[in-house]
């Protein structure tokens, strides 16, 4: 069976910074292309990064590029999203998804972790 | 950016109505496109992968139609368990985008 549990959401500062984690199993996580979607409070899904399993490619949203980071761990099937500098907009719910194969449509979620950026 | 929008962005049925859901994208998408469902509290579940492809276990009252820029999810019958927030999301490219929901609701 699939599973994927995102952890290290926290109430931060703007300007702070976060690590979010996404433990996975059930799967052959090391081929894997794995991604992370967010949601704001009563908004819609907005898709964030995407990272191949050897991590040669990798795709940001515009707006987080330069501040989040994403990585993997696959001894761990582990995937990470380093938040810098982090602001208000930023403020959601952050899922961590899986992709169906080598396509970019995510058919496993975590239950998701929430974000929230306020002084 | 491909921009997607659904419409309508709110609807309400009774049990056993014919629901159609639509999605248009800024510019050609091929059949780049899935449907999502999402309940309070929950993620969201994949129900329609390119364009029309029913994703494993998913209820066949669920259909997918369309290709380049327009796009519909069909319920057959709606449920009770059908009451959500139904997105539409293009892989044609980075960055990939989401459309901005309908939401279901049983009369």
């Known amino acids: 069976e699939v599973q994927l549990v995102e952890s290290g959401g926290a109430l931060v500062q703007p300007g702070g910074s976060l690590r979010l984690s996404c433990a996975a199993s059930g799967f052959t996580f090391s081929t894997s292309w794995m991604s992370w979607v967010r949601q704001a409070p009563g908004k819609g899904l907005e898709w964030v990064a995407s990272i191949r399993g050897d991590e040669i490619l990798i795709h940001y949203l515009a707006s987080v590029e330069g501040r989040f980071t994403v990585f993997r761990d696959n001894a761990r099937s582990t995937v990470f999203l380093q938040m810098n500098s982090l602001r208000a907009e930023d403020t959601a719910i952050y899922y961590c998804?899986?992709?169906?194969?080598?396509?970019?449509?995510?058919?496993?979620w975590g239950q998701g972790t929430l974000v929230t950026v306020s002084s | 950016d491909i921009q997607l929008t659904q419409s309508p962005s709110f609807l309400s049925a009774s049990i056993g109505d014919r629901v159609t859901i639509s999605c248009r994208a800024s510019?050609?998408?091929?059949?780049?496109l899935a449907w999502y469902q999402q309940k309070p509290g929950k993620a969201p579940n994949l129900l329609i992968h390119s364009a029309s492809t029913l994703y494993s276990g998913v209820p066949s009252r669920f259909r997918g139609s369309g290709s380049g820029t327009e796009f519909t999810l069909t319920i057959s019958s709606l449920q009770p368990e059908d009451s959500a927030t139904y997105y539409c999301?293009?892989?044609?490219?980075?960055?990939?985008?989401f459309g901005p929901g309908t939401k279901v609701e049983i009369k």
């Open positions: 510019q050609g998408i091929n059949n780049y």
């Open positions: 998804a899986k992709l169906l194969g080598t396509v970019t449509t995510f058919h496993f």
């Open positions: 999301q293009q892989r044609n490219g980075y960055p990939i985008t």
